[in-house]
């Protein structure tokens, strides 16, 4: 199989589908890899280092995707990326489908086979592909939180971790999740006063046991998250459901009566975030106030650290990589369920339950759609 990497072309986005190890060892396995000019270069890998891996370099985007029967990416693909796929051709990638409708029309439009990173599964019942990068996006978080309660980001001018005589900020942690526990454990470690917010007692029970009562652990009503909200210095929204638009928790009349100069981190805003007020933002310009209220919600916040997020991406999708190209889409995804709840679009059908629900469409079942 011939294996694509385009260029990342995403506002302030430096990943890389593959890099160079993870290339040597797909050829290793009998494949072809082209990979787009300085594809790598955000992170410091030349054309010479994906040469040197047996890789070939194609000058434009639209080369890989012309040639390629796999394109390999990191985000979603934008608009001139999609026009671009073809027929039978496989996508790998984030695709965050739920909240998106352009490109969830443009993906059945184009009769690719699109699977998703953040909805393959594990025997566990977890989330394999997107748990790296939710434990990055949860540990800066924090790091973004304790920027934007900056004064000169419109912030309330406080240290997360406060000095000796002067009290810490209040961070609440909406999810007690991947996202959620890295947060808490980054504000932990910085001095943080940290409550985490959950409608799972197990969760809670993990998350009071792993912070030895460090962290204050409370089951989520509506009335708990109102008061912990309404109380703190900073929210971090940390809320998943697979696949699905992220619940809004967080609504505008709580925004209002925040404290002004709090700050909010919506983590969830890549499916459409947790908090009513929230907009997508970019690297170039990460927040905006609304109601005297910091928001910071980023769409692709691991995105900052690229080298580490690439290298915590590939070390889970490069068996996924390996397993699509020895046995083909077909065979790969009837074999494995975990693999098949990856499957968002096949060929102008929509294979995922949660996104067929959130956006209108008829939903077929992804065995089905594949033995059509």
Do not use: W
């Not at 608009?79 to 073809?86: D, I, Q, T």
């Not at 690297?283 to 650290?305: K, L, Q, R, S, W």
Request: proline share 5%.
């Amino acid at each position: 199989m011939l294996i694509g990497i385009p260029k990342e072309i995403k506002n302030h986005e430096y990943r890389v589908g593959m890099t160079p190890a993870s290339v040597r060892e797909v050829i290793q396995h009998g494949h072809q890899v082209c990979v787009e000019h300085n594809a790598g270069i955000g992170i410091g890998f030349t054309d010479e280092d994906y040469q040197q891996a047996g890789a070939e370099v194609l000058t434009t985007a639209a080369e890989i995707f012309a040639k390629a029967d796999m394109i390999v990416k990191v985000k979603e693909p934008q608009a001139v990326e999609r026009a671009m796929l073809r027929d039978g051709q496989i996508l790998f990638t984030y695709l965050h489908l739920a909240p998106d409708l352009p490109q969830t029309e443009d993906l059945i439009k184009s009769k690719a086979v699109c699977i998703a990173y953040e909805t393959v599964t594990d025997s566990k019942g977890g989330l394999p592909l997107l748990a790296p990068m939710s434990e990055v996006a949860g540990r800066m978080s924090i790091q973004a939180g304790a920027r934007a309660l900056e004064k000169s980001c419109g912030g309330l001018g406080m240290l997360l971790g406060g000095v000796p005589g002067v009290a810490p900020a209040k961070v609440v942690v909406i999810g007690g999740g991947m996202v959620g526990t890295n947060a808490a454990q980054m504000a932990v470690g910085l001095g943080a006063d940290v409550t985490v917010l959950d409608r799972s007692v197990d969760v809670l029970r993990r998350i009071n046991a792993q912070f030895n009562g460090a962290v204050k652990a409370v089951y989520s009503t509506a009335d708990a998250l109102e008061k912990e909200v309404l109380a703190a210095d900073l929210v971090i929204g940390g809320v998943l459901v697979p696949g699905a638009a992220a619940p809004k928790l967080v609504t505008a009349d709580h925004i209002k009566r925040m404290k002004p100069g709090a700050a909010i981190v919506d983590v969830a805003i890549d499916q459409g975030g947790c908090v009513e007020t929230s907009k997508p933002t970019t690297h170039a310009e990460p927040t905006y106030i609304v109601d005297d209220v910091v928001h910071y919600c980023v769409a692709n916040m691991p995105g900052a650290v690229p080298r580490t997020s690439t290298f915590a991406l590939n070390n889970v999708t490069l068996p996924y990589i390996i397993r699509l190209a020895n046995k083909g889409y077909k065979q790969a995804l009837l074999e494995d369920v975990h693999l098949r709840n990856g499957l968002n679009v096949y060929r102008g059908k929509v294979t995922n339950e949660f996104v067929a629900e959130a956006l209108k469409f008829d939903f077929v079942e992804p065995t089905t759609a594949l033995n059509g």
